[in-house]
């Protein structure tokens, strides 16, 4: 990497922004060139995420495959003409242009004298030096007046759900996703005072506390106006604190989001959302941070299917957190477990949960407060009992109907979540309409404002493992009517 030139790091951000909103490779390429402080060349090859072999090697196999004679090219070659110490011969610039699909002008290898300009194309901002800059269309809208409307849009929603309760709409879900992708580009950017800042921290932790008890469709658009907040300090460069600061509170605020979407069933955007906080936590560079993120995340493929990704999660926090005890080794212990008990690796998953345990145990006292992304005591009752259920042992817990573990407490969501283990653990020992009482027991315990897909296809799954034979059991066909009958929170909805 040349003095003065951003590292990898940043063209991967770029590259990430790019498949999200769909960009051409040019217009990735401007992007990187803009921003990393490197040759168009250059800018071309790490658009596409190539190592300077990995380039020389598809400019060899181009030359094979089209029958255009020896590239004459090397790692060391191609470094000199990125880094503008050398020209390459006619020739070479032709097979570069093949390569890269551009021409030597685009290459930075040809001067452009038209007087027309790239009419529709994509444009870089070029802004004044230490800021990024960013490739946009002409016809694109002003930023502001997006902003202004969208927070209109959200502010309108959380106002009509007083009275008509939570909505979700195709147009709603489309301004969540343009807040992360804005955000993600603001990322690859960077004044503000340390009173704004105070209110900020102070704004971040109410949400983690209200969280835990809060319905997901509302919490969701509050979090968006709070990120387009966020996402305004974060336009300028900021001094270092106050940068890390900024992004402590988008990597919180992110993670928020991404978790209530993984509670409404929308899965591609929780993903998102997890790898925007994801940046956020590695631009900080705080490793207890970035293990928690890792940690939150895996609990995304746990509850959709793919329990090996949960793992490899897991033990990736773990590794960040180190030795120190803290909630994200303890939960990326707790959920390890849990997927390996899923996984019916019994072993494998009682080491892993008697080590959260150890973590802690070895942790400071928690106090009263509850707050989202500390591993508690009563988070790792969670995670305990979900194993063991999965362990197949026969685990007595009953929730009261208002106590702190109850559904009407702080958790809402995750005693129900126990309850249809415990359910789909009793189905899978024949015992059916036990089972069965044992989910409708769980649905009509959960809030209204609750009622999400991660929960109510939960049910549908236990259903469909019933036996045909059983299937006309009363129990059964309570829990059928039940499950449809319920009023679930959407992920999607049409537009309006």
């Not at 060349?41 to 020896?70: F, M, N, P, T, Y």
């Not at 603001?186 to 102070?202: G, I, K, N």
């Not at 390890?336 to 400071?364: D, N, T, V, W």
């Amino acid at each position: 990497m040349a003095r003065g030139e951003h590292s990898p790091a940043c063209a991967r951000r770029w590259r990430e922004t790019a498949t999200s909103r769909q960009w051409t490779h040019w217009q990735t390429t401007q992007a990187v060139h803009g921003c990393c402080g490197v040759s168009l060349l250059k800018a071309h090859r790490l658009a596409r995420g190539w190592s300077a072999r990995q380039a020389v090697q598809e400019l060899e196999e181009l030359c094979e495959r089209q029958d255009l004679g020896e590239a004459r090219a090397s790692i060391d070659l191609l470094n000199a003409w990125e880094n503008n110490r050398a020209r390459p011969r006619p020739q070479t610039i032709d097979l570069l242009a093949r390569l890269y699909r551009a021409n030597a002008v685009r290459l930075g290898l040809a001067g452009d004298y038209c007087d027309d300009g790239d009419e529709g194309g994509a444009r870089v901002v070029v802004v004044s030096a230490g800021e990024a800059r960013s490739p946009y269309r002409a016809e694109e809208r002003e930023r502001s007046g997006d902003d202004m409307e969208r927070r209109a849009l959200f502010h309108h929603a959380l106002l009509g759900s007083q009275a008509t309760g939570p909505v979700m709409t195709g147009r709603l879900l489309a301004e969540v996703e343009r807040t992360r992708q804005d955000l993600d580009r603001t990322l690859a950017l960077a004044t503000v005072s340390e009173e704004q800042l105070d209110r900020l921290d102070e704004q971040v932790l109410s949400y983690r506390r209200e969280y835990i008890s809060s319905a997901p469709v509302p919490m969701l658009y509050r979090l968006m106006l709070e990120l387009s907040d966020v996402r305004a300090l974060s336009l300028s460069r900021q001094p270092a604190m106050a940068q890390r600061r900024l992004l402590n509170a988008t990597v919180m605020l992110a993670l928020l989001a991404a978790d209530a979407l993984m509670k409404l069933g929308d899965t591609r955007q929780a993903h998102a959302w997890y790898g925007t906080a994801r940046n956020a936590a590695d631009d900080m560079g705080d490793v207890r941070l970035r293990a928690l993120v890792r940690a939150q995340q895996a609990m995304l493929p746990y509850h959709y299917g793919d329990l090996a990704e949960t793992v490899r999660l897991a033990r990736e926090a773990r590794r960040l957190a180190g030795s120190a005890p803290s909630s994200p080794a303890a939960l990326g212990a707790a959920a390890e477990a849990r997927a390996l008990a899923r996984m019916g690796e019994h072993k494998a998953a009682r080491i892993a949960l008697a080590e959260a345990e150890r973590i802690f145990a070895r942790m400071p006292p928690e106090g009263h407060d509850h707050l989202a992304f500390r591993f508690s005591e009563r988070r790792l009752q969670f995670y305990r009992i979900g194993t063991l259920i999965e362990l197949g042992e026969d685990v007595e817990w009953q929730p009261g109907p208002t106590g702190p573990s109850g559904p009407s407490g702080p958790y809402a969501i995750d005693p129900v979540l126990i309850l249809l283990d415990q359910a789909a653990h009793t189905l899978r020992h024949g015992r059916v309409e036990e089972a069965c009482e044992l989910a409708e027991r769980a649905l009509l315990q959960v809030p209204p404002e609750h009622r999400t897909s991660i929960v109510v296809n939960r049910a549908r799954a236990l259903l469909s493992e019933v036996p045909p034979g059983r299937q006309r059991a009363a129990a059964v066909r309570r829990l059928a009517d039940l499950v449809s009958a319920v009023s679930v929170v959407p992920a999607t909805a049409p537009a309006g």
